[in-house]
T-cell receptor, first 109, second 112 residues
Framework: KNEVEQSPQNLTAQEGEFITINCSYS?????LHWLQQHPGGGIVSLFMLSSGKKKHGRLIATINIQEKHSSLHITASHPRDSAVYIC???????????FGQGTRLTINP | DGGITQSPKYLFRKEGQNVTLSCEQNLNHDAMYWYRQDPGQGLRLIYYSQIVNDFQKGDIAEGYSVSREKKESFPLTVTSAQKNPTAFYLCASSIGEADTQYFGPGTRLTVL
């Protein structure tokens, strides 16, 4: 079993829909990261959080430490949100990130 | 503009040849990382460096080597010992080991 599991693996939605991507992890973490990878391959860091909730524009990230679970929400989705969204966790006591397999999101106009 | 660059974007090599991938950052970050990405898999850590002249093996270091002679540069050499080198390689940097990582655009290596 992977230390970081994302669901769904693939998600297709219509423009304007509310999107939720989930991430579960099985280890103690120092922080959780949400990343966005566009078709060209470049990766952008969206959020780093260790508790509660963060919001940036139409993106919201939440984390529940007790349940070892995080969600990434996109409100009023747009075709330009189409990308692979990756969850990664910083392992407590280790200087590295462990990555989920990613969720491929496609927003159709 | 501050950022992290990788070159080249696409690289083709014959089997058995060593190849070096470039990674440069002007963000004044101490920590730098090399990841490998294969289809359907999460990023996997090859090597990382927390400070100049020091680096540690990641989860899949076999067949790879690195150097960190300058703070700005962290080149990765894919040696002929790497059994399946065709992949997408991403370099990243961060202020410190637990901080947000900034990624380069990646190099897609194809070994023919």
């Amino acid at each position: 079993k992977n230390e970081v599991e994302q669901s769904p693996q693939n998600l297709t939605a219509q423009e304007g829909e509310f999107i939720t991507i989930n991430c579960s992890y099985s280890v103690g973490i120092s922080a959780l990261h949400w990343l966005q990878q566009h078709p060209g391959g470049g990766i952008v860091s969206l959020f780093m959080l260790s508790s509660g909730k963060k919001k940036h524009g139409r993106l919201i990230a939440t984390i529940n430490i007790q349940e070892k679970h995080s969600s990434l929400h996109i409100t009023a989705s747009h075709p330009r949100d189409s990308a692979v969204y990756i969850c990664a966790v910083g392992i407590q006591g280790a200087q590295k990130l462990v990555f989920g397999q990613g969720t491929r999101l496609t927003i159709n106009p | 503009d501050g950022g992290i660059t990788q070159s080249p974007k696409y690289l083709f090599r014959k089997e058995g040849q060593n190849v070096t991938l470039s990674c440069e950052q002007n963000l004044n970050h101490d920590a730098m990382y090399w990841y490998r990405q294969d289809p359907g898999q999460g990023l996997r850590l090859i090597y990382y460096s927390q400070i100049v002249n020091d680096f540690q093996k990641g989860d899949i270091a076999e067949g790879y080597s690195v150097s960190r002679e300058k703070k700005e540069s962290f080149p990765l050499t894919v040696t002929s010992a790497q059994k399946n080198p065709t992949a997408f390689y991403l370099c990243a940097s961060s202020i410190g080991e637990a901080d947000t990582q900034y990624f380069g655009p990646g190099t897609r290596l194809t070994v023919l």
